[in-house]
Nanobody, 121 residues
Framework: QVQLVESGGGLVQAGGSLRLSCAASGRTFSSYVRGWFRQAPGKEREFVAA????????GYADSVKGRFTISRDNAKNTVYLQMNSLKPEDTAVYYC??????????????WGQGTQVTVSS
């Protein structure tokens, strides 16, 4: 059974940092594009960041550029999202994703179950 499992969410004050992790099991995603989406209450799910496997190319939503950093450890089948200078508008459920294609499509082949990030003002 293929699984993407997120961890690292929580409650943080504005200006603080969190690091999300997404561990994959059931198959290797070393050749897949890995990424993150988020969904705030009452809003559509939106792209946050993605990273390729082969050349480590990254892409970010304009709203998080300069504050968030995506990275991956292929040996551990894990992708990370370092979130700095967090703002209340970053509050959302964050979902890990994996797909063969670049750029990461709006509906990737695999999703995690999500982890809540809450930023207080």
């Amino acid at each position: 059974q293929v699984q993407l499992v997120e961890s690292g969410g929580g409650l943080v004050q504005a200006g603080g940092s969190l690091r999300l992790s997404c561990a994959a099991s059931g198959r290797t995603f070393s050749s897949y594009v890995r990424g993150w989406f988020r969904q705030a209450p009452g809003k559509e799910r939106e792209f946050v960041a993605a990273i390729t496997r082969s050349d480590g190319r990254t892409g970010y939503a304009d709203s998080v550029k300069g504050r968030f950093t995506i990275s991956r450890d292929n040996a551990k089948n894990t992708v990370y999202l370092q979130m700095n200078s967090l703002k209340p508008e970053d509050t959302a459920v964050y979902y890990c994703a994996a797909d063969p294609g670049w750029p990461l499509p709006k509906r990737p082949a695999y999703w995690g179950q999500g982890t809540q990030v809450t930023v207080s003002s």
